[in-house]
């Protein structure tokens, strides 16, 4: 049976997670042992659970109890389940539930760098990119398109941000990720030093195709892509291996990152 917790005081410090805790608070960089964040739906719980991530507590409507949260409460049913019509929950947590189930979780310890690279032939750097929606897109472009590993370097957005596990649904818990140390000249230097070839996706006068047979075909690839804004930097394309481009037609000069990537994954996956 769930422990189900009906909701009557809002204050309650246990509601923190889900009403009064900001991204950054959850995160605790001071204190990542004790770092939480928050899957939302169903299919993201169950990916995330899949993953080994520890349920803390949930929140849903009472509908979902016995609806579409039924088969997560069978697989962790000695955590609390807080509950209450929707009106209520929506006047605590700021938002409609419109995917019906919350689930605070414990932020898993991440692998090193070299733990995820030994075994990876294909991995993507993201360097800046600080739109927790286009980090989502691009983890879920990462695993379907045959990415093996995401590296982050310290200036993007956290792919636990619940945005971006909600847009990669689920597949952040999927692919291996990690951050980065020092980036870029110590970064650069480590991926050199496993034994990857860089490609900046970056347009230039000297950039190669993106179906360029030579980069094709090199065994181990690290794939940078830059921000939003301002893409790479000038000396991180400066460091790389290939200048990448896809090329372009009807004068449009460039795609949004998230869209970008998933042209440059399937395009550059080992086959």
């Not at 016995?66 to 929950?89: H, K, M, Q």
């Not at 952040?172 to 860089?198: A, D, N, Y």
Request: aromatic share 6%.
């Amino acid at each position: 049976m769930p422990n189900v917790i009906e909701i009557t005081d809002f204050s309650a410090p246990e509601l923190d997670v889900y009403a009064r805790l900001t991204e950054a608070q959850l995160l605790n960089r001071f204190e990542p042992a004790k770092g939480m964040f928050i899957a939302e739906s169903p299919k993201v719980i169950h990916r995330a659970l899949d993953g080994g991530c520890e349920p803390v507590s949930m929140l849903m409507e009472r509908k979902d109890i016995d609806g579409s949260a039924a088969e997560i409460l069978a697989r962790c049913p000695e955590i609390p389940v807080y509950t209450a019509d929707e009106d209520l929950l929506c006047k605590l947590t700021g938002y409609h539930l419109t995917r019906g189930v919350l689930c605070a979780m414990r932020r898993p310890k991440l692998p090193t760098v070299e733990e995820i690279c030994v075994k990876a032939n294909r991995i993507v750097i993201l360097e800046n990119v600080q739109n927790p929606t286009n980090v989502g897109a691009i983890f879920r472009s990462a695993a379907a398109l045959g990415m093996d590993a995401v590296l982050l370097t310290p200036g993007c957005s956290n792919p636990l941000y619940r945005r971006s596990a909600r847009v990669s649904m689920g597949t952040v818990f999927q692919i291996p990720w990690t951050f980065t140390g020092q980036w870029p000249e110590e970064g650069m230097q480590q991926f050199r030093s496993l034994g990857f070839k860089t490609a900046a996706m970056a347009l230039s006068d000297n950039s190669v195709s993106i179906d360029d047979p030579a980069l094709m075909a090199e065994e181990k690839l690290a794939i940078l892509m830059g921000s939003e804004g301002d893409g790479l930097t000038d000396s991180t394309i400066a460091a790389c291996d290939y200048t990448v481009k896809i090329p372009m037609y009807h004068g449009v000069d460039s795609l949004n990152v998230a869209a970008a990537s998933a042209v440059a994954f399937w395009q550059l996956r080992k086959k």
